[in-house]
C-alpha cells in the first residue's frame, strides 16, 4: 500500500495576465519587461503580506499564506498597485491579472505545492475579471466582515477538472476604505523567534516585565492607549478560548452550521462564573488560519483551548472535540458526541459538563439552573437563528436585511424565541444608528426603532446578556440614566465573561458621569476579547475625552477609525478632541473626509455633522460633559 502523502491546509492565491497572447503578439519584447516588473511588484507585496511565491508558471504566480485574511488583503493591495502601474501605459498595453484566492488542502513537496486547492485556486482566477479578484465560499465564510470588502455572489460555477460546483464570490474593497497594513504571519514570526528573544531579554533588563507587556500589546495594536500599556495576565481562575470548530460535512452550506455550534459552546461556557473565556469576536479572528496553539494560548493569556470538528449529515450531528493544555501541549481530554438534531442541544451540554467536569468548577445553585434551560425547543428555529446569525456577524446592510429574513422564520416557529427576538431587536437597533436602509425605502429610522423596541419586548419571557444590553443602550439614547446603567449590569450578570457587556455599562458609566470607573470596566472588555472591535477603543477615547486627556483621547479615537472607518461616533469625538488639541487642518480634513463618505453611502441624506447631532449620539447626563464635547466641536469649527 502506498502511503498518502501528507497534507496542510493553506491559504492559495493565484494570479494570471488576462489575454497574454493577445499582448505579445503585438510586441513581445515591451509584454515582456512590463510582466517580469509586475512578477517582482507581486512577489514583494506577498513577501509583506507574510506570503510565498511557491512558483512561477510564464505569466501566472502561485502563492501561500498562512492567514486567509493575509492572502485577500494581498490580492486588493496587488492589484491597486498594478493599475497605478498600467495608467501610465496606452490602454492597449496594459497588463492586467486575474486573481483567484481560496482555503484548501496542498500537498507542499520539494519547495512547491500541489493538490485540489491549488486547481480550485486557479479555477477561481479564470473567473476574475480582468484586475479583479474572485474568492471561494471557504474564503468568503473565514473573512466574514472583519476585512472592508464588497462580496457579489456569483452562483455554482461548473469548472474544469473539479468534480463538484464552485461557489464564487467577486471580491472588492469598499472605495475610500484603507487596507489593513501587513503583518507578520505566524510563520514569519517564528523565523524572527531568535532575534525577539534577545530583543525581549534585554527589554525585559532594561524596562522591567510591566513594562515590556506593554510594548507588546502596543506593537499587536491592542492595548488601551500607549500612555497606559498593560499586560494580558492570565486569570486566577481556569481560563480557556474556544477555537472555531471545523465544518466536517463537506457541505459549504453547512459552514453556518459549525460556527453556530462554536458560538454556542463559547457561550454556555461564558455563563459561567469560575471560568475566564475568551470572547467569540476574538476566537474567530484565528478562523482560517493555521494554528499553533502554544502560540494562540500565549497572546490571549490563556491555559486551555478547546477545538474540534462538526459533521452534520441529514439529522445526523457529530462532535468531535479536545481540549489542549497549552502549557504542556498535551490532550487533557477528547471525545466524540454523536446524535440528531433533535439532541443538538443536549450534545452541546455534554461539551460543556466535561469540560466543567475535567477542570474542577464548581457551579452555583443559578448555574445549575440555567443549564438545564433551552432557548427553543424547536430545532427548525435554531437552524433558521444560526443562518440569520451568519449574516448578523458580517455587518453590511444587505446581510442585516438577510439575517431579517431568517430571524423572522425562526420566530414563526417558536414566537417565545427569545434569542431570535433579541437579534431582531439588535439588527434594527444599530441600522437605526447607523442610517442604514433594510428596504426598498419603506422603512424609515423612527420606524426601525420602533420595531426595535416591539422586538425587544419579547425578550422579557427570558432575557439574555445581548437583550440587555440594546435595553441599556436605548435607555441612554432616552437619557434614562439610572434604567441604562441597571440594564448594563443585567447584562454581566446573565454572562459574567460577556466583553461586549463590559463595554455597555463601561459606555453608560462614562456617559453618566463616571469616567474612571468606566474605563476600569473597558479594560476588563479588553481582556476577555483581546482582538476587540472598534466600538471599545471609541469607550476608551470618550473616558479619556471626558477626563480631559485629550492626546490619550486621540490616540485612542485614531486607531478606532483606523479598525472602522465608518465609525461615525468617534469621529465626532476626533472632531472634538482635534478642537482641544488645536488641530484645525487635521479637524477640517476630516470634516470633509465624513461629510464626502456620508453624500457617498447615504444618497445626501444625512446633514454634516452638527454639535446638536453630535450631542444626540453622545447623551452625556452631565452639563459639563456635554459642554466639554461642544466647545471642542466649535474649536474644530463645527457650527451648532
Same mark, same amino acid.
Given at each position: ?20 497572447? +493577445? ?26 503580506? /507574510?506570503?510565498?511565491?511557491? #512558483? ?14 493575509? @492572502? ?18 496606452? $490602454? *492597449?498595453?496594459?497588463? +492586467? ?10 500537498i ?31 474564503? !468568503? ?19 474544469? $477538472? ?23 504571519? %505566524? ?21 522591567g ?8 500589546l ?19 481562575k ?7 470548530f471545523?465544518?466536517?460535512?463537506? &457541505? %459549504?452550506?453547512? *459552514? ?21 473565556v475568551?470572547?467569540? #469576536? ?10 499553533d ?25 457529530r ?10 501541549? /498535551? #490532550? ?16 452541546? &451540554? ?30 427548525? @428555529? ?8 451568519? #449574516?448578523?456577524?458580517?455587518q ?9 429574513? !431568517? ?26 444608528? +447607523? ?35 440594546i ?5 441612554? !439614547? ?20 460577556d466583553?461586549d ?15 474612571? +470607573? ?18 471599545y ?11 480631559? $486627556? ?16 465608518? &465609525? ?21 480634513r476630516?470634516?470633509?473626509?465624513? $461629510? ?21 449620539? !453622545? ?15 466649535r474649536?474644530?469649527g463645527?457650527?451648532?
Amino acid at each position: 500500500m502506498v502511503d498518502r502523502l501528507p497534507r496542510r491546509l493553506a491559504a492559495i492565491l493565484y494570479a494570471d495576465v488576462a489575454g497574454y497572447a +493577445r499582448l505579445t503578439g503585438q510586441d513581445e519584447d515591451a509584454t515582456h519587461r512590463t510582466l517580469t516588473e509586475y512578477l517582482d511588484r507581486i512577489a514583494t507585496t506577498t513577501e509583506r503580506y /507574510g506570503g510565498r511565491v511557491m #512558483h512561477y508558471a510564464g505569466d501566472a504566480v502561485l502563492a501561500m499564506f498562512e492567514a486567509v485574511a493575509d @492572502a485577500l488583503s494581498c490580492a486588493a493591495q496587488v492589484q491597486r498597485e498594478l493599475q497605478a502601474c498600467n495608467q501610465d501605459l496606452p $490602454n *492597449e498595453r496594459r497588463v +492586467r491579472f486575474r486573481i483567484g484566492v481560496h482555503i484548501g488542502d496542498v500537498i507542499e513537496d520539494r519547495g512547491d505545492i500541489y493538490g485540489e486547492g491549488v486547481n480550485v485556486a486557479a479555477r477561481l482566477e479564470s473567473l476574475a475579471e480582468p484586475g479583479g479578484i474572485c474568492i471561494s465560499e471557504s474564503v !468568503h465564510s473565514a473573512v466574514g466582515s472583519r476585512l472592508p470588502f464588497d462580496f457579489e455572489f456569483m452562483g455554482e460555477q461548473a469548472v474544469k $477538472n473539479i468534480a463538484e460546483p464552485v461557489k464564487a464570490y467577486r471580491a472588492t474593497v469598499i472605495p475610500g476604505v484603507a487596507l489593513p497594513e501587513p503583518g507578520a504571519s %505566524p510563520r514569519t514570526r517564528r523565523q524572527k523567534s531568535n532575534t525577539l528573544v534577545v530583543v525581549v531579554a534585554v527589554g525585559v533588563f532594561i524596562l522591567g516585565a510591566v513594562v515590556l507587556g506593554g510594548w507588546q500589546l502596543w506593537l499587536r495594536g491592542e492595548g488601551v492607549a500607549p500612555s497606559e500599556p498593560e499586560a494580558l495576565l492570565r486569570p486566577d481562575k481556569p481560563s480557556i478560548a474556544v477555537l472555531p470548530f471545523t465544518n466536517m460535512s463537506g &457541505d %459549504p452550506e453547512q *459552514e453556518y452550521f459549525a460556527d453556530g455550534m462554536t458560538d454556542d459552546l463559547i457561550t454556555g461556557l461564558s455563563r459561567i462564573s469560575g471560568l475566564f473565556v475568551i470572547a467569540r #469576536h476574538t476566537s474567530f479572528s484565528y478562523k482560517g488560519q493555521l494554528l499553533d496553539i502554544a502560540q494562540i494560548a500565549h497572546e490571549l493569556g490563556v491555559k486551555h483551548i478547546l477545538e474540534g470538528s462538526v459533521r452534520r449529515t441529514g439529522d445526523a450531528v457529530r462532535i468531535n472535540a479536545q481540549l489542549v493544555d497549552a502549557t504542556s501541549q /498535551g #490532550h487533557v481530554w477528547a471525545q466524540r458526541f454523536e446524535g440528531s438534531m433533535s439532541d443538538v442541544f443536549g450534545l452541546q &451540554d455534554k461539551v460543556t459538563s466535561e469540560i466543567v467536569r475535567v477542570l474542577s468548577i464548581t457551579l452555583t445553585e443559578d448555574e445549575k439552573v440555567a443549564r438545564g434551560a433551552v432557548e427553543t425547543k424547536d430545532t427548525r @428555529a435554531y437552524d433558521q437563528f444560526l443562518q440569520g446569525w451568519q #449574516h448578523y456577524l458580517r455587518q453590511t446592510p444587505e446581510n442585516f436585511r438577510q439575517a431579517i429574513t !431568517h430571524f423572522k422564520k425562526a420566530i414563526e416557529i417558536d414566537p417565545q424565541y427569545s434569542r431570535a427576538n433579541a437579534a431582531l431587536a439588535a439588527t434594527y437597533w444599530e441600522s437605526y444608528k +447607523r442610517y442604514w436602509q433594510l428596504g426598498s425605502g419603506a422603512i424609515r429610522a423612527i420606524e426601525m426603532r420602533v420595531l426595535a423596541q416591539d422586538y425587544l419586548a419579547k425578550t422579557q419571557t427570558r432575557p439574555i446578556s445581548i437583550a440587555y444590553q440594546i435595553a441599556a443602550d436605548m435607555l441612554l !439614547h432616552e437619557q434614562r440614566y439610572e434604567g441604562a446603567l441597571r440594564e448594563a449590569e443585567k447584562a454581566i450578570a446573565a454572562d459574567p465573561n460577556d466583553a461586549d457587556g463590559y463595554a455597555t455599562l463601561a459606555n453608560a458609566l462614562i456617559l453618566t458621569g463616571q469616567p474612571e +470607573r468606566g474605563m476600569r470596566t473597558v479594560k476588563r472588555a479588553m481582556e476577555l476579547n483581546p482582538r476587540y472591535p472598534s466600538f471599545y477603543l471609541y469607550v476608551v477615547g470618550l473616558a479619556q475625552f471626558t477626563m480631559d $486627556n485629550f492626546g490619550d483621547a486621540e490616540t485612542a479615537l485614531t486607531r478606532a477609525i483606523a479598525l472602522n472607518p465608518l &465609525d461615525r461616533w468617534s469621529a465626532r469625538l476626533l472632531l472634538a478632541t482635534y478642537g482641544y488639541l488645536g488641530e484645525e487642518e487635521r479637524a477640517a480634513r476630516l470634516y470633509e473626509t465624513i $461629510n464626502e463618505r456620508d453624500r457617498r453611502g447615504f444618497q445626501n441624506f444625512l446633514d454634516p455633522i452638527t454639535i446638536r447631532v453630535a450631542a444626540y449620539w !453622545h447623551p452625556f447626563k452631565n452639563a459639563a460633559d456635554a459642554e466639554r464635547l461642544a466647545e471642542g466641536l466649535r474649536k474644530s469649527g463645527i457650527a451648532e
